[in-house]
């Protein structure tokens, strides 16, 4: 195999789906050295975050320089002279339109492959264009990237179309999604798993039912744009069903920020706190997925909903918002999808009618042979970066 030396440019590695795809990667190359391919990172918001060494220790080297539109200078100039040092034979840009940038602080020192990755959808970018130089940056960003970019892809065919990438002078350069795959096996249903987590919240009665919502709760700039997981509907969801049904209970798994607090706040004032919980960031996601009965999902827009991808292999009924790519749905008889603007008494009835229509350890059977795989993920990868 030809080795192929990759540099990812992306703002830092948090808990999102596009970051543990490229965690995953850098684990499944480590483990898989006859795949020759090397990636170091570029992270543009400047800061070090808990998930680096986990990168670091499976071969890869990070790069910290923070960008800005005022930076953009002392960015081009740190940028030259990693690509110089580097000699890399790919660059792949997770920064939407801001890649375009980038490829221009870069210029006559770009590789022949130049990769920009779309993994937000429009409404999540759209939110940012709130001031005319904000709007002049996205728009120069955008033509910059067409014109510097040899491939562009997304976490799937929707979030391209959304853009406008179906029409010129994007088209002549985009090629089918690279679907962010994930280690299959890590998100099996375990008995075991179930029984563990459960014990630990104190929910191990059989008769109990888990509701489980995964996703950021508070976000920094929370009161500009909306957070597309829609925490808050799902809190609604998540105070009716415990209110009729007595026998389920509610968790949230993500990043709680200042308001996930306030809603932890209400439910210990309520004295709901032993049938709703916030168990903020885990690393065991896969574990609560086994432990939880059903995953509600009332996202107002995904890119693709990685999350939903791997719900579906732990042989979770899903009970989804209809404004996700279809793309997602990979198990289709696992998914039930409702519209936002239906009644929360809707969605409540869904959760508690829904059931899996076999055993959950199969599922993830049908995952192993699709685009998620981490193995197809990694390969399409490798033949993206051989042909120029």
Same mark, same amino acid.
């Given at each position: 195999?030809?080795?192929?030396?990759?540099?990812?440019?992306?703002?830092?590695?948090?808990?999102?789906?596009?970051?543990?795809?490229?965690?995953?990667?850098? =684990?499944?190359? =480590?483990?898989?050295?006859?795949?020759?391919?090397?990636?170091?990172?570029?992270? *543009?918001?400047?800061?070090?975050?808990?998930?680096?060494? @986990?990168?670091?220790?499976?071969?890869? =080297?990070?790069?910290?320089?923070?960008?800005?539109?005022?930076?953009? @200078?002392?960015?081009?100039?740190?940028?030259?002279?990693?690509?110089?040092?580097?000699?890399?034979?790919?660059?792949?840009?997770?920064?939407?339109?801001?890649?375009?940038?980038?490829?221009?602080?870069?210029?006559?020192?770009?590789?022949?492959?130049?990769?920009?990755?779309?993994?937000?959808?429009? $409404?999540?970018?759209?939110?940012?264009?709130?001031?005319?130089?904000?709007?002049?940056?996205?728009?120069?960003?955008?033509?910059?990237?067409?014109?510097? *970019?040899?491939?562009?892809?997304?976490?799937?065919?929707?979030?391209?179309?959304?853009?406008?990438?179906?029409?010129?002078?994007?088209?002549?350069?985009?090629?089918?999604?690279?679907?962010?795959?994930?280690?299959?096996?890590? @998100?099996?249903?375990?008995?075991?798993?179930?029984?563990?987590?459960?014990?630990?919240?104190?929910?191990?009665?059989?008769?109990?039912? /888990?509701?489980? @919502?995964?996703?950021?709760?508070?976000?920094?700039?929370?009161?500009?744009?909306? $957070?597309?997981?829609?925490?808050?509907?799902?809190? =609604?969801?998540?105070?009716?069903?415990?209110?009729?049904?007595?026998?389920?209970?509610?968790?949230?798994?993500?990043?709680?920020?200042?308001?996930?607090?306030?809603?932890?706040?209400?439910?210990?004032?309520?004295?709901?706190?032993?049938?709703?919980?916030?168990?903020?960031?885990?690393?065991?996601?896969?574990?609560?997925?086994?432990?939880?009965?059903?995953?509600?999902?009332?996202?107002?827009?995904?890119?693709?909903?990685?999350?939903?991808?791997?719900?579906?292999?732990?042989?979770?009924?899903?009970?989804?918002?209809?404004?996700?790519?279809?793309?997602?749905?990979?198990?289709?008889?696992?998914?039930?999808?409702?519209?936002?603007?239906?009644?929360?008494? $809707?969605?409540?009835?869904?959760? /508690?009618? *829904?059931?899996?229509?076999?055993?959950?350890?199969?599922?993830?059977?049908?995952?192993?042979?699709?685009?998620?795989?981490?193995?197809?993920?990694?390969?399409?990868?490798?033949?993206?970066?051989?042909?120029?």
């Amino acid at each position: 195999m030809k080795k192929v030396k990759v540099l990812h440019i992306l703002d830092s590695f948090g808990i999102g789906g596009a970051e543990t795809w490229l965690l995953a990667c850098t =684990k499944y190359l =480590k483990d898989n050295p006859n795949i020759q391919m090397e990636f170091d990172f570029l992270l *543009t918001g400047g800061l070090e975050s808990e998930l680096d060494e @986990f990168v670091r220790l499976n071969g890869s =080297k990070t790069y910290y320089k923070k960008y800005s539109f005022s930076r953009f @200078f002392s960015f081009g100039f740190f940028l030259r002279k990693l690509l110089k040092n580097g000699k890399y034979n790919v660059i792949h840009n997770h920064g939407d339109f801001v890649s375009g940038w980038h490829s221009l602080a870069a210029i006559g020192l770009l590789p022949n492959i130049v990769i920009t990755h779309l993994h937000n959808p429009y $409404n999540y970018v759209n939110n940012y264009k709130s001031s005319f130089g904000r709007r002049i940056s996205y728009n120069l960003g955008k033509y910059l990237m067409a014109l510097f *970019t040899t491939k562009l892809t997304g976490t799937s065919n929707f979030v391209l179309d959304e853009y406008g990438y179906d029409k010129w002078p994007f088209k002549r350069i985009r090629i089918q999604p690279l679907y962010c795959g994930f280690e299959i096996n890590n @998100f099996s249903f375990s008995e075991v798993s179930r029984k563990e987590i459960r014990s630990e919240l104190g929910w191990s009665k059989p008769e109990i039912k /888990v509701a489980l @919502f995964v996703g950021r709760i508070g976000i920094p700039d929370n009161s500009i744009f909306p $957070n597309q997981k829609n925490p808050s509907f799902a809190f =609604k969801i998540a105070r009716k069903l415990i209110e009729k049904n007595t026998n389920w209970n509610f968790l949230f798994v993500g990043l709680k920020g200042v308001y996930g607090e306030e809603l932890e706040a209400i439910v210990l004032k309520e004295g709901l706190e032993n049938r709703i919980k916030f168990l903020g960031i885990r690393d065991d996601v896969s574990k609560i997925m086994s432990a939880s009965d059903a995953f509600v999902f009332p996202a107002l827009w995904e890119g693709l909903g990685m999350v939903m991808v791997e719900a579906q292999c732990n042989g979770l009924p899903i009970i989804v918002s209809d404004k996700l790519p279809k793309e997602a749905f990979i198990i289709e008889s696992l998914v039930n999808e409702i519209s936002l603007n239906a009644p929360v008494e $809707n969605w409540t009835q869904l959760i /508690v009618e *829904t059931k899996n229509k076999k055993e959950r350890h199969v599922n993830g059977n049908e995952l192993k042979v699709s685009t998620f795989s981490i193995n197809s993920s990694v390969l399409r990868m490798y033949n993206e970066y051989l042909n120029d």
